[in-house]
């Protein structure tokens, strides 16, 4: 029975032994999964944080051409304000040209008609002119009739 006994617990402790020893192939076999998982996590982590300085580094050269942009849009804008002041002046030439050309249009029809108008006397005159003629001739003609 002592035998018996010594036996089951013998065979107990081979089973437990054997149990013992499959729970630690166990947490063996999850301790390498873990252990390779956290590396692949701790590469993720490397790879992200190399992203994310790479991005970093990105923004910054951003920052510094958008800085590097500023005075150079400022320029454009003041030329931009420059070339609308010229714009103004030229517009306003313009206005003053198109309203001498205005007065000289109606200055030039002014005299056009101051033309007609002395034309028309002329003719008036040029006409008089050739009665009073005629009439000089006739006069002579009959003063002569009495001088021979």
Known sequence: MVANEIRNLSEQSKQSAKNIN???KDISRETDTLVSTTNLVSNNFKDQIDIVDSSISTFKEIISDIENMLPKISS??????????????????????????????????????FTEEVTASSEIVSNGALVVLDTAKLMNKEVNRFIF
């Open 22 to 24: 499959n729970i630690i």
């Open 76 to 113: 454009i804008n003041f030329a931009a304000e420059g070339i609308n002041k010229e714009k103004n002046i030229i517009m306003e030439n313009i206005q003053t040209t198109s309203s001498i050309s205005e007065e000289t249009s109606a200055a030039s029809e002014e005299m056009s008609a």
